[in-house]
């Protein structure tokens, strides 16, 4: 097999793990807050990612590539990380109401948000390709909700995860250039292990210890499918363009309502298969206009490649 076939195919399984998680998490927020979930997965992926952290050799210095003063690498982490426990914290709150695919393509909309958050905070144009992407992830998102009856509370929480989840990727352009992508990633992960922690202590102090049954979904979350993708990922984008990864990461939604009916027996009737349709399409023409979705904090270089 070829480096670049194998690259596409760990890429593949990178995207069906992110699509599993959905289900996964709905079953595991039945038993536990969202706070303490959270804290959880992202202590197990800490634990995970440190062997890997610590087998990599060191360098010297950090990369060089975007202009200004150097920053502090705790610094830009922990900012990365409060935006990251923003959108996992919406999602997860958003899966105890609304249903796990539906949750997958509004989420999604993040890529068809970040734009618009460039257009604010850098006061960047939007593409003629991007234009016409909003208005067709708008309409699917009004199909999806359509078929799922009146617009619940979760669906708002997963437009708010869609919202803050483009403020990360956002965020993670202007800092990813300024650090080596493993130790920056496990200061990302660290920081929502803290941050988390801090918040299930205010909101869950008798609920911290997981029940038994938790257990198995939370190593599934916090090693498979935050420490193990993280890596995947690095390595998968070797040999794969940003241009491919990103076509492959449109399908994470498509992955997410296979793995919901498959596990937790959720159904997409036809409004909400045009719908979704509606939002995957959205999603690859913002990402050919240039702009990366990065499900995980896993900083890449200028042209989309991890720097490992």
């Not at 922990?78 to 109401?97: E, F, S």
């Not at 992960?189 to 210890?209: E, K």
Request: one cysteine or more; hydrophobic letters at 55%.
């Amino acid at each position: 097999m070829s480096s670049h076939a194998r690259g596409i195919l760990l890429l593949v399984l990178v995207t069906a793990v992110w699509g599993s998680t959905f289900a996964v998490v709905k079953e595991a927020g039945e038993t536990l807050a969202p706070s303490v979930l959270i804290a959880w997965r992202f202590t197990l992926a800490s634990l995970a990612l440190l062997p890997v952290l610590a087998l990599t050799p060191r360098r010297s210095a950090a990369p060089r590539l975007a202009p200004g003063p150097a920053r502090p690498l705790w610094r830009d982490g922990l900012i990365l990380g409060a935006w990251l426990i923003a959108g996992y914290g919406t999602q997860t709150v958003a899966l105890q109401t609304t249903g796990a695919n539906r949750a997958a393509f509004f989420t999604a909309l993040s890529v068809v948000l970040v734009p618009v958050w460039l257009t604010l905070v850098q006061g960047r144009r939007m593409s003629l390709t991007l234009w016409v992407a909003l208005p067709l992830a708008v309409l699917g998102l009004g199909l999806l909700s359509w078929e799922g009856g009146a617009f619940v509370v979760g669906d708002a929480w997963a437009l708010a995860c869609a919202v803050t989840y483009a403020g990360f990727i956002v965020a993670l352009e202007g800092a990813a250039p300024r650090h080596h992508p493993l130790p920056f990633t496990f200061v990302q992960v660290l920081a929502v292990t803290l941050l988390a922690w801090v918040w299930a202590a205010l909101s869950a102090p008798g609920q911290l210890w997981p029940p038994q049954s938790a257990w198995g979904p939370l190593l599934y979350l916090g090693v498979a499918a935050t420490a193990l993708t993280t890596l995947m990922q690095t390595v998968g984008q070797r040999s794969v363009s940003a241009a491919e990864a990103s076509l492959i990461y449109a399908l994470e939604p498509v992955t997410a309502t296979l793995f919901s009916f498959l596990l937790i027996g959720e159904r997409v009737g036809w409004r909400g298969a045009v719908g979704g349709a509606l939002v995957v399409v959205a999603t690859v023409l913002s990402q050919r206009s240039g702009t990366p979705q990065p499900e995980l904090p896993a900083p890449r270089g200028e042209a989309g490649v991890p720097e490992v």
